[in-house]
C-alpha cells in the first residue's frame, strides 16, 4: 500500500513539475505588473479553480495589494483601474464568461490563466497565462499536456503552484518579507 502511495506522489511531482515548466515567464510577468499596478483585484473562479484563486487572494491581501472574491459581500465595484483575475481551464464557463464581459463594461483589465488559450475568455481578455494541462471534465488523458490525474487535477495543481509562485516573485520584486506578511494576516483567529 505504501509503494502505491509513493508512486503516485512520484506522478503527480513528475507531471506538475512538466506543467510549470511549460509556463510562460513573459505572461506571467505581465501578470505580475498588472496586479502590482492595479488599483484593486477582483478574482473569479468555478469550483476547485475558486478555491485555489481564494487562497491566492489571501495572499494578495498579506502583500498589501488590495484584494477581493467576486460574489463574496464585501466585494466592491470593479472600474477601469482594477484588475479582474480569471480562472477557467476551458475558457467557456458560461457564468465566468459573463462576469468578464461585466468586468470589460467597467474597463476593467482582464487576466485568464487557462488551458484553452484559444477560447472566449482569453479571446476577452487583456493578459492570458497559458497552463498546459488537460481542460476537459470527460477525459484528461487528452491534450497538450496529458495526465493520468482525474479530470483537470492537474490544470488546478499547477494553478496552485504557480500563483504559490508569483507570491515569492512579488515578495522580492517589493522587498518584502515573511514577516512583513505576517503583520497583514488575521489575527482574530
Do not use: W, Y
Request: aromatic share 4%.
Amino acid at each position: 500500500m505504501n509503494d502505491l502511495f509513493s508512486q503516485s506522489c512520484s506522478l503527480i511531482l513528475e507531471e506538475l513539475r512538466e506543467s510549470v515548466s511549460r509556463i510562460s515567464g513573459e505572461q506571467v510577468f505581465q501578470l505580475l505588473d498588472a496586479i502590482r499596478t492595479a488599483g484593486k483585484i477582483l478574482v473569479v473562479g468555478a469550483g476547485r479553480m475558486g478555491i485555489v484563486l481564494s487562497a491566492f487572494c489571501m495572499r494578495l491581501n498579506h502583500l498589501g495589494f488590495p484584494s477581493f472574491i467576486v460574489g463574496s459581500t464585501n466585494c466592491p465595484p470593479v472600474g477601469e483601474r482594477d484588475l479582474l483575475l480569471v480562472a477557467s481551464s476551458s475558457g467557456e464557463t458560461p457564468t465566468i464568461r459573463e462576469i468578464v464581459l461585466k468586468a470589460r463594461e467597467h474597463r476593467a483589465q482582464i487576466a485568464v490563466i487557462t488551458a484553452a488559450p484559444g477560447s472566449t475568455i482569453a479571446a476577452m481578455a487583456t493578459f492570458v497565462v497559458h497552463v498546459q494541462a488537460p481542460s476537459s471534465i470527460a477525459d484528461a488523458s487528452q491534450g497538450p499536456l496529458p495526465s493520468r490525474q482525474p479530470m483537470k487535477t492537474l490544470f488546478e495543481q499547477t494553478l496552485f503552484l504557480s500563483l504559490e509562485a508569483m507570491v515569492l516573485t512579488l515578495m522580492q520584486q517589493t522587498g518584502q518579507t515573511a514577516s512583513s506578511l505576517a503583520r497583514r494576516h488575521a489575527n482574530l483567529e
